[in-house]
């Protein structure tokens, strides 16, 4: 077994949680976390952080509309955000707020920092500001709506703001960051983000206004009464925050810079702009990179509440499964590009793949194991070619091909290896005929039966950071120890043989994929 512990740092989005989780969130949470689980299969120490972010105009005008104190909807939203987490079995390893003590520390130290470098002075700011999207705009960047009236770049409403406000030197940093962007060409992926941030630096930048005095719901500026800090500052700075910082003693030290934001393309400018300039000014190590992904659409529209097509992720979790919902997002949606769902497409997949193929072949597997054999395993046995060239070929998949894709983000590529492996595998047992097998050579039809056993464990660890709960149900079944189902265990080439020495036997195998139906009055689109 590796000891490798190489660290590893990966965040999602700091979610804004004026209003409850949707797929996009969903589905940006369980992207992370299965690069998360992959990496600590892998044998890497691994940390994930995830949170809310809570300050800022829009929450404080929801709460005053709702007539309530901004803390109670802070905690009440993140509240949902945290069942949601639960539910879709995201294991992250600290879920840090925005309000939380820490996190306003580890902001005043990083405005601190910014302040001693000389990049921070305070001016008077007049511009255009959406609470939507809590982002400043220039007027070139304005697009017009109906009536004439002015809208962000994103067709959210902007208002013309006056206020004394702290500036950040952010025209400062245009030559560093697009130097920066040079040498480091992966730090913004995919490449059509990557273009639209150079063209956006490249551009000019102008300094940045980093604090607001018109309301209080956010952290305080050092030495600065009445100031808060513009919420994306303090939003960004989760991703310190969430390892400790800037406590010496804490994960920061092992673990930042970042290996990867994970973030929605509509926030790419905050994280690859405004962060690592930010990051320079405090004298901190910039992440190694920040993946913008596409957009989830619902029958390929945009969802939105004046469509009614907003989906929520907990009420598909519930009618799908967990594993179902995980690994049709993952293996129909190349990652990095938009992509649309419907609830025919998940129970499509999800059928197709999971119960017919994988699970069909591990429930039939280890039924015959159960029945033929009385559920012992045993080593002696004579391979055929056949039989070595399979388990050569799903542990290619499992031990290079799959995780070269997952390194890459590639998830559905990855999967449609696995998958591939999945039908070889279906396509051996109905070669090999191990039910005729059992009347005309019974010693043939137990090496074909040890090939399977062999072949849906490697098959089962290889999907297992997509559809944790299942894999783990299914290598119960197989006697498979917890500490001996990562791509570690992969290379032990003895694992069979000691697993037939135990005395373990299979038992009558429970289905772990059960075939998903329509509800009623939904048809094929």
């Not at 004026?18 to 120490?45: C, K, L, S």
């Not at 393309?265 to 190694?288: E, N, Q």
């Not at 990095?336 to 793949?353: F, K």
Request: overall charge negative.
């Amino acid at each position: 077994m590796s000891t490798d512990k190489t660290p590893f740092y990966i965040t999602t989005a700091i979610s804004y949680p004026n209003g409850r989780p949707h797929i996009g969130h969903a589905y940006e949470a369980i992207a992370t976390d299965v690069m998360a689980r992959f990496q600590r299969a892998r044998g890497r120490d691994v940390r994930m952080v995830t949170g809310t972010d809570e300050h800022g105009l829009k929450m404080y005008q929801t709460a005053r509309g709702q007539g309530r104190a901004t803390i109670d909807l802070a905690d009440e939203m993140s509240g949902y955000f945290r069942a949601m987490y639960a539910k879709l079995n995201i294991s992250y390893d600290r879920f840090m707020r925005t309000s939380d003590p820490a996190h306003h520390a580890a902001s005043q130290a990083l405005w601190r920092a910014m302040a001693a470098n000389g990049d921070l002075y305070l001016d008077r700011y007049e511009g255009w500001y959406s609470v939507r999207d809590e982002a400043f705009y220039d007027e070139e960047e304005l697009v017009e709506g109906e009536g004439g009236a002015k809208l962000s770049p994103q067709g959210t409403p902007v208002e013309w703001t006056v206020e004394e406000s702290w500036f950040f030197r952010l025209s400062a940093y245009q030559d560093r960051l697009l130097a920066f962007y040079r040498d480091n060409p992966d730090f913004i992926r995919p490449e059509s983000r990557r273009n639209e941030v150079l063209r956006f630096v490249e551009g000019g930048l102008k300094d940045l206004s980093v604090s607001r005095t018109s309301f209080d719901w956010g952290v305080p500026v050092p030495d600065s009464p009445g100031h808060v800090m513009y919420v994306w500052v303090d939003a960004l700075t989760t991703y310190l925050s969430g390892l400790g910082y800037p406590d010496a003693e804490s994960d920061f030290a092992r673990f930042w810079p970042a290996d990867i934001h994970m973030i929605g393309k509509d926030i790419v400018r905050f994280h690859t702009v405004y962060w690592p300039a930010f990051l320079m000014s405090a004298g901190l190590p910039l992440p190694k990179q920040v993946f913008g992904h596409g957009f989830l659409l619902n029958r390929g529209e945009k969802m939105s509440k004046s469509l009614g097509n907003v989906v929520d992720p907990m009420a598909l979790a519930e009618q799908f499964g967990v594993d179902a919902l995980r690994y049709y997002l993952l293996r129909e949606v190349s990652f990095g590009q938009d992509g649309s769902y419907s609830a025919e497409a998940i129970v499509r997949t999800a059928n197709a793949d999971l119960a017919n193929s994988f699970g069909n072949l591990a429930q039939r597997s280890l039924s015959m194991i159960f029945k033929n054999l009385g559920g012992e395993l045993t080593v002696d046995y004579q391979p055929a070619s056949d039989d070595v060239s399979l388990i050569d070929d799903i542990l290619d998949m499992a031990g290079t091909r799959l995780p070269r894709e997952f390194e890459q983000l590639a998830f559905s590529i990855g999967i449609e290896d696995w998958i591939r492996a999945v039908f070889a595998c279906n396509q051996y047992v109905d070669a090999q005929a191990p039910w005729a097998l059992r009347k005309t050579d019974p010693e043939r039809m137990r090496a074909v039966l040890m090939t399977l056993f062999q072949a849906v464990r490697t098959l089962a660890i290889a999907i297992r950071p997509v559809v944790p709960d299942a894999a783990d149900k299914l290598l119960d079944q197989m006697g498979i120890a917890p500490d001996a189902r990562d791509f570690v265990a992969l290379a032990d080439t003895d694992w069979f043989a000691k697993l037939a020495a135990s005395g373990f036997k299979v038992g009558q195998p429970v289905p772990i994929f059960p075939r998903l139906e329509l509800p009623d009055g939904e048809g094929e689109a």
